[in-house]
């Protein structure tokens, strides 16, 4: 059972923050920032892409999937820092259903990946890409939902999380690989076929050719490797299992 | 009519038992302190009260609820203070608790009222739209207070409500959580290792290593010490401490480079002793019993004298850490 006033107080408590904290902003934008144009600005200059995009232009919807990636998973991951130290415990001790707690932690986490999404998004016209309106709205649309996917994801891993040590080892082992196997840096046709294989176990993978689909439309070889259609279904069903895990293995562990 | 009802309760960690075993009772509009050292088990069993933590045997019942089955109701009856703040520093006081009522499914309509009318009790309607950081520990403390008041519960618990606070805040806090059983008609079940605060307590229980060895209100526990406490400062503890066995037979014990004896009155045995020990006396005072003497005469043990162990000091650096950090 869902109860919305726990979900509106999280998310109401977590957006009032972003606001108030003006450094938080700039220094997650910051990585986004960097690797849109040192990296994918250097790699631009060497990489023939083949199609009819720059290889910066391709990078695009990986940059804005790596900003939810990491603001994601790092507010779901606050889950269990706040039981500690803090908050949560607030949370915990009133009369309020664990999965309501969940599911408002990843809408939070949503609500504030998704702002940071769309101000990386505004800057397309830098890399030389044209959207519509509508095309900006339905990919605001969609960060939210990858966003919920992946901040389900990242509750499930709070709940394994056991000191700071293990911060890099989820830094190490979970979010980098996630990055770099999801076809936000090359096509995923051709990655090589072992890579191929994980990047199709990856749920980030569909989020960034969610991306892909409505930001490099005509990019052919460089462009999308699967239909939007299949993208949305996965991440749903993303979201339904890990917010199910997530929320079980909450209950273990509170 | 008992309001908490905890029949032999115990959590083990691991090999660690937190709490063992432990029975008692809290009277409906009364204050219930549990007075123990660091470790003793105290925050333990507000957790498990509170229904944050599951007891490994026995059973606790809230408000007559259970805490283990009905978890849901308990939480709708009680308000806690935690040891460690759980306020939220980037949001203003009033926010803080507007979302509290919100969770507690607080009336719409009441909301407003309740939120302000916490906020004069304590005195902080003024600063409501302040961020909490910029608070004193003090007014922190109060906030938290008055925070767990907003949706009116039935049993407040206050896990060390005064930790960390100066003598003049800590007379701040306790004058207006005394006020609250009569004011307001809740039960208040608390926590401390300073002994004068337990003397507010309208029954104490004392524990350590999850065991509670007495039981009683402040006056009957001082009387159970016995009498007056002697402290003989000598030049050689352990030989006075044989001449008091042998040739007064009374029993007395070496704590630290001091020896204290129990006695009926003590101004009368002052004399006798001084004569027995002779020149190896080198001070004396004597105190009417204390909850201290209470404690010392149980285990042998100042309450404040127990080294915490490596997680206490890791959470203390912690808090320590915290406190820095929220004044910025
Ligand atoms: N989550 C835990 N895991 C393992 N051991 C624990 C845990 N929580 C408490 N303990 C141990 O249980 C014992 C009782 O701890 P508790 O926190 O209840 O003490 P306390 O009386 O509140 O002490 P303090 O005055 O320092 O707050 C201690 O030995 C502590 O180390
Ligand atoms: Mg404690």
Redesign the pocket.
Known sequence: MIELRVVYVISAREFKKFLREKSRLFSSLARPLIWLFLVGGGLSRIVPTGGNITYLQFFFPGIIGMTILFTSIFSAISIIWDKEFGYMKEILVAPVSRTSIVVGKAVSGSIVSTIQATIVLMLFPLVGLKLSLLSVLLIILLSFAISFSIASIGILIATFYESFESFSIIMNFIVMPMFFLSGAMYPLRKLPEIFKLIAHFNPLTYGIDALKNVIIKEAGEMGADFSLSLDLVIIFLVSLVFIFLGTKAFNRRV | MSIIHVDSLS?H??S????DNVNFDVREGTIFG?L????????????ILCTL?RPTSGTAIVDGYNCVTQPAKVRRSIGVVF?DTTLDKDLTAYENLLYHAILYNVEKSERQKLVDDALMFIGLYERKNDLVKRFSGGMKRRLEVARAMVHQPKILFL??PT?GLDPQSRNNLWEFITRLPEEKGVTIFM?T?YMDEAEVCDEIAI?D??KIIAQGSPEELKKSVGGDVIYLKTTDNLKALSIIREEMSLTGRIKGDELFITVTRGDACLPELIRHLGDIVKSVRVQRPTLNDVFLNLTGKEIREEH??S??EI??SVRAYRRRFDRT
């Open positions: 959590k960690f691991n660690i038992k937190a709490v549990f123990g050292p660091n470790g003793a088990g105290k925050t333990t069993t507000i957790s933590l040891q896990d060390e930790l926590t290792h524990i290593r999850g915490p162990d997680m206490d959470k203390e």
